[in-house]
């Protein structure tokens, strides 16, 4: 008899996921009350498979070379230039980076970048309709939640909640 492969259960809505402390008691109160399946869901659609950190980082073979000119001196690690996963894991806290030279140029743009536009102040409104419009992504780290699950798990007030 084959058993069929089971998916892992949705986390209980108990479930802490790191947040940025919010601006006020309110805004306290309603983003503890959105489950963890919609924060999960939020994460999907913020997170980005590729971040671009350090332009000094070079083009290092990260051999452990004692005179590498890309190796930090102080804590002795390697300054990379960015970082990229299979699925997206980090909110980037750029709107864009872009750095290189003529041998490669590497641009990046946050995920969450279209709903801000070109800048303006987005009413909340506005907000809410253009961060459930991105897409959802399976995410590493987080608990998992299927393509479908997240795209549709994710409330208005949720999304409220974090504006």
């Known amino acids: 008899r084959i058993t069929p ?3 892992p259960p949705v986390p209980p809505p108990s479930l802490g996921l790191r947040s940025l402390p919010p601006s006020s008691a309110a805004s306290d ?3 503890s009350s959105v489950c963890a399946v919609q924060k999960i869901s939020l994460f999907g659609r913020l997170a ?3 971040i671009l950190l ?3 980082g070079g083009d290092c073979c990260y051999s452990g070379c004692s005179d590498c000119e ?3 001196p102080d804590t002795g690690g390697y300054r990379m ?3 990229t996963a299979a699925r997206p894991k980090w909110i980037v806290p750029y709107w864009r980076r872009t750095f290189g030279s003529k041998a490669g140029v590497k641009d990046h743009e946050a995920s969450w970048s279209p709903v801000f536009g070109e800048g303006e102040k987005v009413p909340r409104d506005e907000f809410v309709r253009r961060v459930k419009a991105l897409e959802y992504r399976e995410a590493l ?3 998992f939640l299927s393509k479908r699950e997240g795209q549709e798990a994710l409330t208005d007030d949720a999304v409220e909640a974090l504006f």
Do not use: F, N
């Open 48 to 50: 980005d498979k590729t």
């Open 54 to 56: 350090d332009p000094s």
């Open 70 to 72: 890309y190796r930090d």
């Open 141 to 143: 780290g987080a608990p």
């Open 5 to 7: 492969l089971l998916r």
């Open 81 to 83: 230039p960015e970082m």
């Open 29 to 31: 109160s309603a983003w």
